[in-house]
């Protein structure tokens, strides 16, 4: 069954890289500013869960399929995928934007989801105000290099291109700061009653479980990510909730990949981030091939049930951090 999606709005990237921060720039005229949520990391943030592509697992086959009612949430009585009212997101991958109501489509392509649609759902119901995401992801980046912020680089020149250290840390800081400074132009009830920045969902980790210096660095470095983030983005304690890189599963034996998840979870047990960073072991969200529209371990084999399952429980996550 094709379902209808939503018109997604397209406009133009910046043309330079920002790197003065705009912080707090609304005034704040009623008790309910908007939440803003920033989601980061590499593909699978971006997102590669198929809609209606392949034979199992799909969305489609998860919502025709739905004994224990999980998915009727995403579409309305005709059977057409659900808008929400009171969630907007700003995707900007590089390649293109899109940004509007939150519903399917805001994944790789407009026939893919990521973890941002429930985990939408799950944080829009928690919150009495509106809710947009922001999600800056871009696929095969590591956290030593890519999103290495480049702050903590003495003597090193600003990351200007893609290659350069620190470079896309820049690009998802210059895209949340430019987002908050037009937050008119992406969510229509927005009316200058000021915005709270609630927390940071980060799903990343491929591109260092397959390389072992970076592997051995990725505590440090993570701990270091979490510090520079909220100090550029000017919320000291501000919420973490990272998903683990969980492919295969718990059959999973590569000690890299074992190493890599050791350090993701351990980094909820770092002093200072004790009851603001929690970490979501994603193993059990693993699905095999044979229940999959595809044969693509290192993209949870194009699972929708995969995506799903991450951002509900990054969802989850984040709510038991802001309501302990």
């Not at 969630?87 to 991958?93: A, D, L, T």
């Not at 009830?189 to 210096?213: C, L, M, P």
Request: overall charge negative.
């Amino acid at each position: 069954m094709k379902r209808h999606q939503a018109n997604l709005l397209r406009i133009g990237l910046p043309d330079s890289i920002i790197f003065t921060l705009i912080l707090n720039a609304f005034a704040q005229k009623s008790p309910t500013p908007l939440k803003i949520v920033i989601l980061a990391g590499q593909s699978n943030m971006v997102g590669h869960g198929e809609i209606e592509k392949g034979g199992r697992g799909n969305l489609n086959y998860l919502v025709e399929n739905d004994d224990k009612g999980e998915y009727q949430h995403l579409v309305n009585e005709h059977g057409e995928w659900k808008m929400r009212e009171d969630v907007f997101i700003y995707f900007n991958n590089a390649e293109k934007i899109h940004s509007g109501r939150l519903t399917v489509g805001f994944g790789a392509n407009e026939n893919t989801i990521g973890p941002e649609l429930q985990f939408g759902h799950v944080i829009g119901d928690h919150f009495d105000e509106d809710v947009l995401l922001i999600k800056t992801a871009w696929g095969g980046k590591s956290l030593a290099v890519d999103f290495f912020p480049p702050g903590e680089l003495e003597h090193v020149k600003p990351p200007l291109v893609a290659g350069d250290t620190g470079y896309y840390y820049v690009q998802m800081i210059s895209i949340v700061n430019e987002v908050l400074g037009n937050l008119q132009d992406h969510v229509p009830s927005y009316t200058g009653q000021g915005y709270e920045i609630a927390g940071f969902g980060w799903h990343q980790g491929w591109n260092d479980r397959i390389n072992q210096v970076a592997n051995d660095a990725y505590r440090e470095n993570m701990i270091r990510f979490i510090q520079e983030v909220r100090k550029d983005l000017g919320v000291p304690t501000l919420p973490f909730v990272i998903a683990t890189t969980g492919m295969s599963g718990w059959e999973e034996t590569h000690p890299r990949a074992l190493s890599l998840m050791e350090a993701q979870l351990a980094v909820a047990d770092y002093p200072e981030f004790m009851g603001n960073v929690n970490v979501v072991d994603t193993r059990d969200f693993w699905r095999n091939v044979e229940d999959s529209p595809a044969d693509q371990s290192y993209h949870w084999n194009r699972n929708a049930a995969s995506y799903f399952l991450i951002g509900k429980s990054m969802g989850e996550s984040m709510i038991a951090i802001l309501e302990p």
